[in-house]
Structures are given as C-alpha cells and as structure tokens.
C-alpha cells in the first residue's frame, strides 16, 4: 500500500515546484542562506500542496483514467487506492502544507505576507480546475500555465525579491507552451484509439496545435532575446553578454518540439527533462552560463 500512497503524490513532478527558486538566483542571492531558507520552505510547501491537488485529480479522473492505455495504472484507477483514501491523503497534503508556511511564519513575517494567500490560491484554483475548468479547451491550459507563474509569486514572496515583468512572462509562456505540447499527447490517443483523456480535448486537433505550439515558440525565443538585449536587465546585472544564454533556450525550445511532432512524446515534459540527455545538457549550460554571468 505504501508504494501505491507514494505513486498517488506523484513525487517525481516535484520538479516543477523548483520554479519557486527562481526569483533567489535571478535576485543573486542563491548562495545566502538567510534568502535560501525560506524559499526551501515555499518549495516543500508547494510539493506538498501539488500532491494533495495530484490526489484529488486521480479521483476525479478515475473513470476517464480506466480507458487510458497509460493512466490506467494509476493508483486510483487500478483500484491500488480506494478513494476514501485519496481523499484523505488529499487533506492531509493540504494540511501540511498550510501548517508549514505557518511554521515559517513564526521566523519570519516576510514570510506570511502573501505566501498563505498564494498557497490557498494555488490550491483552490486546481480544485476548480480538477472538478471543472479542465473540460474547457484553452482555459484549461492557461490555468496550468498561472499554476507556473504563483510559483515564481511564492519564491517571490518567500524572499522578499520583486519580481521583473520578464520573468512573469517568459515562465507564463514556457509553461503554455509545454501545456500545449501536453494537450498534443492527448489528441494523438484519441485520434488512434477513440479515447478522450478529458472532454477538452475534442476542442484540440493536430492542425491547431501544431500551429499554437509554432507560435508560442517563436513568440518565447523572441521574447527571451529581447530580456538578454533590454538595457535595463544588462544594466542591473552589469553584463552585455547575456544573450549568449539564448543558445540554450533556442536548441531546447526546438528540442522540445522535435519530441513533439517528430517523435510524438510529449506526454510528460518531467519526463523530457529527467531522461532526454539533450534538454538536459540544454538546462544544464544555460544555467552554468547564467551563474557565471551573475555570480561571478
């Protein structure tokens, strides 16, 4: 049962939750650690909260999850985990999370200051999206996208670091980006097979997507380069040679795609970066080039 409890929280997408950190290493403060604990804290917070939204989801989709050739497996749809339970892991994720925040809260006032506020936030729009907004196309995915952008608010928050509209914005159309490559997967088993991973996906078809997800690529690497060329950012940071940064950006954007519409595994983007040796080679040089550019 203990191993089916652990497949439930889905700790694996706990990565995405590193997305917290970022305001600490753009704000130059990665290696203090009056700034690096309480962001430690945001993070744990928001992968507890994640696992509590990930249980209730797994209930939600249960039925729709028995027809997947892939979902099946899940806990909850295999009958590993009763629903009941689910349920209970869902509040008790929940719980821990609130009382955490609270925890550092009695540290620090900085912060309680809107961090509760982002967490009950986070936290109710996935009920919302889990129980509802999921069915609707576009939305759907916009909601997946602002989950992303209330990360960075956290670490934000967390640390006391104002946030640049660029960060806000590149994060909100990376996450769209990859939500959409998502939304792909699902339209591919449905046109193979007949099955409907969610009602939303019949609003989707190749056609659109493969023009969305072309867009918004173009729409980020251009995006991304004029941050790297702003005067204002290369001021701050005292560096004009940030746009060498762009090359990583640029081969793992179009990595991306290559595994979208070429080799059709798109289905996970934790996948892609924990087993696709390029993407992390990608990740690994521009935030190796990036440090050395801030810190040193």
């Known amino acids: 049962m203990s191993k089916h409890i652990i497949k439930l929280m889905r700790p694996q997408q706990w990565l995405k939750n590193t997305f917290v950190f970022m305001p600490l290493f753009f704000g130059r403060h990665a290696t203090e650690w009056s700034y690096v604990w309480p962001c430690l804290l945001a993070c744990l917070a928001f ?5 509590g939204v990930y249980c209730l989801n797994d209930v939600c989709d249960a039925e ?10 899940r806990p ?3 009958g590993a985990v009763s629903r009941r339970m689910a349920y209970a892991m869902m509040a008790v994720m929940w719980m821990a999370a609130l009382a955490l925040v609270g925890l550092g809260c009695l540290y620090s006032d900085d912060i309680g200051k809107g961090l509760s506020a982002t967490l009950l936030l986070y936290i ?3 009920v919302a999206y889990c129980v509802w907004l999921k069915q609707i196309a576009l939305l759907d995915v916009f909601i997946i996208s602002t989950g992303f952008v209330l990360r960075i608010v956290a670490g934000g ?6 946030l640049s509209h660029w960060i806000v914005l590149i994060t909100f159309l990376l996450a769209l980006f990859l939500a959409l490559a998502k939304r792909r997967d699902d339209v591919v088993i449905y046109e193979t097979s007949g099955i409907k991973a969610r009602k939303s996906v019949e609003r989707y078809n190749m056609d659109f997507l493969r023009s969305a997800i072309g867009v918004l690529a173009s729409v980020i690497i251009m995006c991304y380069m004029l941050y790297t060329v ?3 950012v290369t001021e701050r940071i005292g560096n004009h040679y940030l746009y060498a940064t762009s090359f990583f950006v640029l081969a793992g954007i179009l990595r991306y795609m290559q595994l979208t519409l070429v080799d059709q595994q798109s289905g996970s983007p934790t996948k892609a970066l924990l087993h696709d040796h390029f993407i992390q080679a990608c990740v690994g040089g521009w935030i190796a080039t990036f440090a050395v550019i801030l810190y040193l």
């Open 64 to 73: 729709a999850d028995r027809q997947h050739p892939v979902k099946c497996r």
């Open 230 to 232: 702003s005067d204002d």
């Open 157 to 162: 928050l967390a640390t006391g670091i104002a």
């Open 76 to 78: 909850v749809a295999s």
């Open 124 to 126: 109710a729009m996935n």
């Open 47 to 51: 992968c507890l909260a994640a696992s």
